[in-house]
């Protein structure tokens, strides 16, 4: 498991936080997605109007599944405790 999938990522900030700890300047994050700077600016401040091809390259360039993109700590608790179920059986 990969580091930042063990921290939670709350919504309003997922898109922003990731590109932050990947340590990318919106205009490196904008290239790598092939979009202009507002357009990302706007899904960072609002990420409910974001396609859905794009939630795709969202997950190739930082490595993390749509679920912690856009449902962060729900996801990271619901595994936390599927782990932890697994591992007390």
Do not use: C
């Not at 590109?19 to 290239?31: D, L, M, V």
């Not at 979009?35 to 600016?41: A, G, H, M, N």
């Amino acid at each position: 498991m990969q580091i930042i999938e063990k921290v939670p990522i709350y919504l309003k900030n997922t898109l922003r936080s990731l590109r932050i700890k990947f340590n990318y300047t919106q205009e490196k994050a904008a290239s790598l997605l092939d979009i202009s700077v507002p357009t990302l600016r706007n899904w960072e401040r609002d990420s409910s109007n974001v396609p859905y091809h794009m939630i795709e390259r969202f997950e190739k360039i930082y490595g993390t599944s749509q679920d912690y993109i856009f449902f962060g700590d729900e996801v990271a608790f619901s595994e936390l405790i599927r782990s932890q179920t697994s591992q007390s059986a």
